[in-house]
């Protein structure tokens, strides 16, 4: 498999405001921890293996362990989570399958006890920047690099 389009080269400024908003949340006060998990299980569900192997890099940098991240694919059956983690985990796979369904008060009431409306709001643009740039690196087909350097073996 190859990479279709070179997607940072085929359009700057777009990709500059991508990365200005996605620097903006990484800034944005949530725990670098909980953003790493969030993003890991949003590519996880939307089978994006370039950024499963980015985030769970990232996260092991960032000093996650290697179980739980292991466990991230089935976290309501393991109690290496937090409560906070838990409810952020139950928002993401709200909207990262939101097609056809809504939202409902008892989720948002569960997820709101555990996040400020102000820390609702960056956990949501941080979902939708993960579901975009998911969409990206699937649609154009961007190679992981243990991928990347299987391929050209």
């Given at each position: 498999m190859e990479q279709r389009?070179?997607?940072?080269?085929a359009d700057p400024e777009i990709l500059k405001a991508l990365?200005?908003?996605?620097?903006?949340?990484?800034?944005?006060?949530?725990?670098?921890?909980l953003l790493h998990l969030v993003k890991l299980r949003a590519?996880?569900?939307n089978g994006c293996s370039f950024c499963v192997d980015m985030h769970s890099?990232?996260?092991?940098?960032?000093?996650?362990t290697e179980q739980r991240l292991y466990l991230v694919s089935a976290w309501r059956e393991s109690p290496l989570f937090t409560e906070?983690?838990?409810?952020?985990?139950?928002?993401?796979?709200?909207?990262?399958?939101?097609?056809?369904r809504e939202i409902g008060d008892g989720?948002?009431?569960?997820?709101?006890?555990?996040?400020?409306?102000?820390?609702?709001?960056?956990?949501?643009a941080a979902i939708g920047m993960i579901?975009?740039?998911?969409r990206i690196c699937i649609s154009v087909r961007v190679i992981h690099p243990a991928g990347a350097s299987a391929h050209a073996a």
């Open positions: 389009i070179d997607y940072r080269a990365v200005g908003l996605n620097t903006a949340i990484d800034r944005s006060g949530l725990e670098r921890s590519s996880q569900i890099r990232e996260a092991r940098q960032d000093g996650e906070r983690e838990r409810a952020a985990f139950e928002w993401t796979e709200a909207l990262t399958t939101i097609a056809g989720l948002y009431e569960s997820t709101r006890a555990h996040f400020t409306e102000a820390e609702l709001v960056k956990l949501t579901n975009t740039w998911n």
